[in-house]
């Protein structure tokens, strides 16, 4: 059994799936979780050079970069999506921590990344 920190419009659930596919509940309530850094990756993107900017956005779950909302050079407030993941069938939105420009995007779309994979890096 593996478990998982998973945070759906806000809402951050504690998940534990088992090895043959069967998720259990949320393990607690919903509870409001400070702003979280954003997901890892594994796969580069074809941007900026990987881990160039000073402020991490890791994956919180293991699963697959489904869409990238933000660009090299976009401007983001803390909250904004910088990238969805898809994980057992569910979009996932990765935010930024805080306020910044993107300095690069570390995944591209289709790629499978571990939970705690870098995904991007703001500055």
Known sequence: M?????????NVYDVTVEENGSVSAPASAPRKAAPVAAPKAAAPAP???AGAGSIRIEAGAAG????????VGDKVEKGDAVLILEAM????????????????????????????ALLATLN
């Open 47 to 49: 941007a900026a050079s």
């Open 64 to 71: 697959k970069v489904f869409k990238l909302e933000k660009k």
């Open 89 to 116: 069938k569910m979009e996932i939105p990765v935010v930024a921590p805080e306020a910044g420009t993107v300095a690069s995007i570390d995944v591209a779309v289709g790629a499978t990344v571990e939970s705690g």
């Open 2 to 10: 593996k478990n998982y920190t998973i945070t759906v419009n806000g």
